[in-house]
């Protein structure tokens, strides 16, 4: 059984891309190159699911066309549009982004500042830009905070928490 806790989210699929089961996967790992037995991870009904990589090619630096076994038309496909993706944490733990972790693995950690104490849980990240937002609720109201690797503190991945220094004044914004 594939658990929670041993894979890592690498990207989402877009839509289909033809007609022969082929869909394009959003994606800045770069696993697709590898040999081997190749295969990705989605969540189907509450339980994750593997299906085996029968061919891959690039699109574009963020996009992979996967054809995947067993899956041989657009409409086999068709299901799997905007669904997450994810791979076994020790095929990424050795590349450049530290442990194979993405922002959205950050949804759901509490955020602590070492001034003000607890603010939030992550609730959202905004990524579309190169400056990365935590969105945090805070009683009753959305905090942005950026995502900085400076500002935090402390990183506790087994208590999905968070510790920050936040500049003063960032809040009055």
């Known amino acids: ?31 697709f190159d590898a040999d081997g037995d190749l295969y990705i991870i989605c969540e189907l009904d509450g339980i994750f699911v593997p299906f085996f990589i029968e061919e891959s090619r690039y699109k574009s630096d963020s996009v992979v066309l996967l054809k995947l076994e067993t899956l041989d038309s657009e409409e086999d496909v068709k299901p799997f549009t905007n669904k997450d993706v994810y791979c076994p ?17 950050f949804i ?3 955020v602590f500042d070492t001034q003000r104490g607890y603010l939030g849980e992550i609730e959202d990240i905004d990524d579309s830009t190169l400056n990365v937002i935590f969105q945090i609720t805070h009683e009753q109201m ?10 935090i503190v402390k990183l506790e991945q087994d208590k999905k928490s968070i510790t920050m220094t936040i500049p003063e004044g960032l809040f009055e914004l």
Not at 2 to 12: A, L, S, T
Not at 89 to 105: F, R
Not at 142 to 151: G, I, K, N, R
């Open 142 to 151: 959305t905090l942005l905070v950026p995502a900085v690797e400076d500002f």
């Open 108 to 110: 759901g950690y509490k």
């Open 1 to 31: 059984m594939i658990r929670k806790e041993d894979i890592v989210k690498i990207g989402q699929f877009a839509k289909p891309h033809g007609i022969k089961g082929e869909i394009a996967l959003v994606t800045s790992f770069d696993l």
């Open 89 to 105: 944490k020790d095929w990424v733990e050795n590349t450049a982004i530290d442990s194979g972790i993405t922002w959205d693995n």
